[in-house]
C-alpha cells in the first residue's frame, strides 16, 4: 500500500516537471506579450518615446477613416469566404460522396486535393499575373472580350478590387477542407442510409435533414478558423503590393502590420497595438457566438 502511494506521488511530481516547462513557455511567448500588447494600447509606444495617453488610440483608432473602411473590406472578405469555403466544399464533398462510380471518385478526391498542395502565394501570383492581370492578354479580359466587353484592371482598379479579391482562387473547392467534409460524410453510419432510404428521404434533403446535423463538429471548426484567420489575415493585400493606407482595399491586419514596420513617422507601435486589441475582441466575440450556436444545434438534433 505504502509503495502504490509512493509510486503516484512519484508519477505526479513526474509529470508536474513535464507541464511546467511548457506553462512557462507558453505563459512567457504567448500571455505575456498579449497582456503588454493590452497595456501598451494605452500609450503613446513607438521606439523613441513611451507615454501614457490613455483611451486617445482607440479615439483615433475609431475616428479614422481609413480604418473604418479597413474594417468594411474586411467584414466583407471574411463572410464571403467563409460562405464559399464551406458551402462549396460541402457540395464538392456531397458530389464525389454520391458519385456512383466509387474508382472515378478516388480519381477526383485526390484531383481536388491537388490544389491544397500549391503554396498560396503561387495561387495568388498566378491569379495577379495571369488570370486577373488588368492586360488585354489577361485570361479573365480574353473571356470577357469574347462576349464584346471591354478589359478590366481588376486589382488595379479602386471600384473593383474587392470583388476581384473575392473572385481570387474561384471556383473556391479543393484543399484540406473537401477533404475533412468527406471524411465526415463517410463517417457516418450505414444504417443511418438505411434508415433514411426506408422512409423514402430524397437526396436533396437528406442533406439537410440527415447530413448537416452530422458534420455540425466539422463546420463549427471551420467557421472558427475562418474567422480568426480572415480577421486577422492581409496576406492577398501584402502579394498584390497595395498599399496599407489605401481605403479601397486595405484590411484592419494590414494596417497592424504597417504601424509597426512601416518605419519612421509611420511607426506607432501603441495604435498598433490598439488594432490588435481591437481584433481580439472581435474575434473572442464572435467565435464564441459561433460556439454557442453550433452547441445549441447539437443539442437540438442529440449528436
Request: proline share 3%.
Amino acid at each position: 500500500m505504502f509503495l502504490r502511494k509512493s509510486k503516484k506521488k512519484t508519477d505526479g511530481k513526474a509529470a508536474f516537471l513535464w507541464l511546467i516547462l511548457p506553462v512557462v513557455f507558453v505563459a512567457l511567448f504567448c500571455v505575456y506579450p498579449a497582456i503588454t500588447a493590452i497595456v501598451r494600447s494605452f500609450m503613446d509606444w513607438s521606439p523613441s518615446k513611451s507615454e501614457w495617453i490613455w483611451f486617445d488610440n482607440y479615439k483615433n483608432l475609431f475616428s479614422d477613416g481609413v480604418f473604418g473602411a479597413a474594417f468594411k473590406n474586411m467584414l466583407i472578405l471574411v463572410f464571403f469566404g467563409m460562405f464559399t469555403g464551406n458551402v462549396m466544399t460541402l457540395i464538392l464533398a456531397e458530389l464525389l460522396f454520391n458519385f456512383a462510380w466509387k474508382k472515378t471518385e478516388k480519381v477526383y478526391r485526390y484531383l481536388f486535393l491537388l490544389p491544397a498542395l500549391v503554396p498560396g502565394m503561387v495561387s495568388v501570383l498566378l491569379w495577379k499575373n495571369v488570370v486577373l492581370s488588368g492586360t488585354e492578354e489577361g485570361l479573365m479580359n480574353v473571356i470577357v472580350s469574347w462576349f464584346g466587353g471591354e478589359a478590366q484592371a481588376w486589382y488595379y482598379d479602386k471600384g473593383q478590387v474587392i470583388f476581384s479579391m473575392l473572385l481570387t482562387n474561384f471556383p473556391w473547392v479543393g484543399g484540406v477542407s473537401f477533404l475533412i467534409y468527406l471524411s465526415g460524410l463517410q463517417a457516418i453510419p450505414e444504417s443511418v442510409y438505411e434508415a433514411a432510404d426506408l422512409d423514402g428521404l430524397s437526396h436533396f434533403k437528406r442533406v439537410f435533414v440527415m447530413d448537416l446535423p452530422f458534420l455540425v463538429g466539422q463546420i463549427k471548426y471551420f467557421i472558427v478558423i475562418g474567422i480568426i484567420s480572415g480577421v486577422q489575415g492581409y496576406d492577398l493585400q501584402l502579394i498584390l503590393g497595395f498599399s496599407a493606407i489605401d481605403e479601397a482595399s486595405t484590411v484592419p491586419g494590414y494596417l497592424l502590420y504597417y504601424y509597426t514596420y512601416g518605419g519612421g513617422n509611420a511607426t506607432n507601435y501603441g495604435y498598433a497595438s490598439a488594432i490588435g486589441v481591437v481584433l481580439f475582441v472581435l474575434t473572442m466575440t464572435i467565435t464564441t457566438l459561433s460556439n454557442k450556436i453550433s452547441e445549441k444545434r447539437q443539442k437540438e438534433n442529440g449528436i
